[in-house]
């Protein structure tokens, strides 16, 4: 299985990549990995690549040949799904809106849902109205990740007992209400 993820810097890609792929190793897959992190701390883009399975051997996924798409923010996830998933795979997106500057300047257009719609994937859109912190994206999208199974041997409990290793203690208690909340996410 190969996932591509991808946002902007500063929402948590690093934090959400590392709990995934412990998790996708507590379920007994074999993972290969890497990290590109460009302007990642002053909003640029951030984008992690996780591949599953036996005989892996470069840790990229190659164009169009990702399973799935993770994404933070509604841009880096029409972009990461255009370039790299395949025909018929799945899209699961925080719907956050970070504008670049072209957006800002009227160069260009901003993606609205009508694009997303129109490319050939299981669109998962996950939005929380009361989320305190815009940090807590990644776990949200963790949550509703495990609740829907959509990786083999990673379900709810799995993540849960990741996310209690990987997550600072003064905000476990803080994400893990906001993960449970997405498992829920209709």
């Known amino acids: 299985m190969n996932l591509f993820i991808c946002g902007v810097g500063g929402q948590g890609i690093g934090l959400l990549t590392e709990a995934l792929g412990r998790a ?6 074999e993972v290969r990995g890497c990290d590109t992190h460009g302007l990642a ?3 640029g883009v951030v984008a992690s690549h996780l591949r599953l399975g036996e005989k892996i051997y470069t840790p990229r996924v ?13 841009l880096e ?20 809106v970070y504008q ?9 257009k901003y993606p609205g849902q ?8 299981r669109l998962e859109r996950v939005w929380i109205d009361d989320l305190s912190d815009a940090r807590m ?13 959509l990786i ?30 997405a498992t829920k996410l209709s």
């Open 62 to 74: 190659p164009p169009g040949q990702a399973d799935g798409v993770i994404a933070l923010e509604r």
């Open 41 to 43: 701390q002053r909003g």
């Open 100 to 108: 670049p500057v072209s957006v800002r300047t009227a160069s260009a």
């Open 24 to 29: 996708c190793l507590k379920a007994g897959h």
């Open 137 to 149: 994206q990644n776990v949200a999208l963790l949550g509703r990740l495990a609740g829907l199974a």
């Open 77 to 96: 996830a029409l972009r990461g799904a255009r370039r790299y998933l395949r025909p018929g795979g799945w899209l699961l997106f925080y719907d956050s």
């Open 114 to 121: 009508e694009e997303l719609e129109a490319i050939d994937a």
């Open 152 to 181: 083999p041997g990673i379900d709810v409990d799995c993540m849960r007992d990741v996310l209690k290793d990987v997550t600072p203690a003064k905000a476990l208690e803080a994400n893990l209400a906001v993960f449970e909340k």
